[in-house]
Protein backbone atom coordinates (compact mmCIF):
# COMPACT_ATOMS: atom_id res chain seq x y z
CA UNK A 1 0.00 0.00 0.00
CA UNK A 2 1.52 3.40 -0.78
CA UNK A 3 -0.01 6.57 1.02
CA UNK A 4 1.00 9.75 -0.48
CA UNK A 5 -1.09 12.94 -1.33
CA UNK A 6 1.41 13.89 -4.31
CA UNK A 7 0.17 12.22 -7.65
CA UNK A 8 3.59 12.29 -9.35
CA UNK A 9 5.01 10.80 -6.07
CA UNK A 10 2.88 8.51 -6.51
CA UNK A 11 2.75 7.51 -9.79
CA UNK A 12 7.00 7.12 -9.61
CA UNK A 13 7.26 5.27 -6.67
CA UNK A 14 4.13 2.71 -8.01
CA UNK A 15 6.32 2.10 -11.39
CA UNK A 16 9.21 1.77 -9.51
CA UNK A 17 7.24 -0.98 -7.54
CA UNK A 18 6.33 -2.55 -10.30
CA UNK A 19 9.18 -2.97 -12.68
CA UNK A 20 11.09 -4.46 -9.61
CA UNK A 21 8.37 -6.89 -9.03
CA UNK A 22 8.56 -5.83 -5.27
CA UNK A 23 4.63 -6.76 -4.84
CA UNK A 24 1.83 -8.48 -6.95
CA UNK A 25 -0.87 -6.51 -6.21
CA UNK A 26 0.15 -2.18 -5.05
CA UNK A 27 -2.57 -0.13 -3.51
CA UNK A 28 -2.08 3.90 -3.77
CA UNK A 29 -4.04 6.16 -2.27
CA UNK A 30 -3.57 10.10 -2.14
CA UNK A 31 -5.95 10.58 1.44
CA UNK A 32 -4.94 9.14 4.35
CA UNK A 33 -8.06 8.34 5.72
CA UNK A 34 -9.40 6.20 2.95
CA UNK A 35 -6.20 4.55 3.61
CA UNK A 36 -7.43 4.05 7.38
CA UNK A 37 -11.03 2.65 5.87
CA UNK A 38 -9.44 0.40 3.65
CA UNK A 39 -7.57 -1.24 6.01
CA UNK A 40 -10.71 -1.14 8.98
CA UNK A 41 -13.34 -2.82 6.39
CA UNK A 42 -10.61 -5.00 6.01
CA UNK A 43 -10.67 -4.41 1.72
CA UNK A 44 -6.77 -4.63 1.70
CA UNK A 45 -4.46 -6.45 4.36
CA UNK A 46 -1.09 -4.94 3.12
CA UNK A 47 2.71 -6.43 3.98
CA UNK A 48 4.01 -3.20 3.50
CA UNK A 49 2.51 0.38 3.59
CA UNK A 50 4.83 3.32 2.16
CA UNK A 51 3.70 6.35 3.85
CA UNK A 52 4.50 9.88 3.29
CA UNK A 53 4.62 11.82 6.53
CA UNK A 54 3.37 15.73 5.48
CA UNK A 55 -0.01 15.28 3.65
CA UNK A 56 -3.03 17.69 4.21
CA UNK A 57 -5.79 16.85 6.56
CA UNK A 58 -3.90 14.05 8.03
CA UNK A 59 -0.39 13.44 8.41
CA UNK A 60 1.64 10.30 8.31
CA UNK A 61 2.35 10.60 12.43
CA UNK A 62 -1.65 10.88 12.85
CA UNK A 63 -2.37 8.28 10.14
CA UNK A 64 -0.60 6.07 12.69
CA UNK A 65 -2.35 7.51 15.65
CA UNK A 66 -5.38 5.96 13.88
CA UNK A 67 -3.60 3.03 12.21
CA UNK A 68 -2.92 2.05 16.32
CA UNK A 69 -6.59 2.21 16.77
CA UNK A 70 -7.55 0.15 14.42
CA UNK A 71 -8.68 -3.33 15.44
CA UNK A 72 -7.29 -5.66 13.01
CA UNK A 73 -4.42 -7.52 13.08
CA UNK A 74 -0.83 -5.78 12.64
CA UNK A 75 1.13 -8.29 12.43
CA UNK A 76 3.07 -8.57 9.70
CA UNK A 77 2.54 -5.53 8.49
CA UNK A 78 5.59 -3.49 8.06
CA UNK A 79 4.96 0.58 7.56
CA UNK A 80 7.85 2.48 5.95
CA UNK A 81 8.12 6.16 5.93
CA UNK A 82 9.16 7.70 2.50
CA UNK A 83 9.60 11.28 2.92
CA UNK A 84 11.24 14.45 1.49
CA UNK A 85 11.07 15.74 4.81
CA UNK A 86 14.95 16.54 6.70
CA UNK A 87 12.94 17.39 9.76
CA UNK A 88 15.18 15.82 12.25
CA UNK A 89 11.92 15.53 14.54
CA UNK A 90 10.44 13.67 12.27
CA UNK A 91 13.13 11.10 11.87
CA UNK A 92 13.66 11.23 15.69
CA UNK A 93 9.77 10.58 15.63
CA UNK A 94 9.97 7.65 13.41
CA UNK A 95 12.91 5.71 15.48
CA UNK A 96 10.20 6.04 18.65
CA UNK A 97 6.77 4.71 16.62
CA UNK A 98 6.23 1.27 16.88
CA UNK A 99 4.84 0.65 13.77
CA UNK A 100 7.80 2.55 11.06
CA UNK A 101 10.21 -0.20 10.50
CA UNK A 102 12.35 2.42 8.43
CA UNK A 103 12.19 6.10 7.43
CA UNK A 104 13.41 6.30 3.77
CA UNK A 105 14.11 9.47 2.05
CA UNK A 106 12.10 9.89 -1.38
CA UNK A 107 13.00 9.41 -3.99
CA UNK A 108 12.63 5.33 -3.28
CA UNK A 109 15.47 3.91 -5.92
CA UNK A 110 15.84 0.19 -6.81
CA UNK A 111 18.90 -0.19 -4.47
CA UNK A 112 16.86 1.00 -1.48
CA UNK A 113 14.01 -1.74 -1.98
CA UNK A 114 16.44 -4.48 -2.31
CA UNK A 115 18.11 -3.29 1.12
CA UNK A 116 14.78 -2.92 2.69
CA UNK A 117 14.77 -5.38 5.92
Do not use: W
Not at 11 to 30: D, W
Request: zero cysteines; aromatic letters at 10%; proline letters at 5%.
Amino acid sequence: MLVDDNYIDNFVTRRLLESSKFAENIIVTESPTEAISMLESGVVKPNVIFLDIRMPLMSGFEFLDAFDKLAIDKTGIKVFLLSSSFDPTDIRRSSDNKYITQFIHKPLTHKILEELP
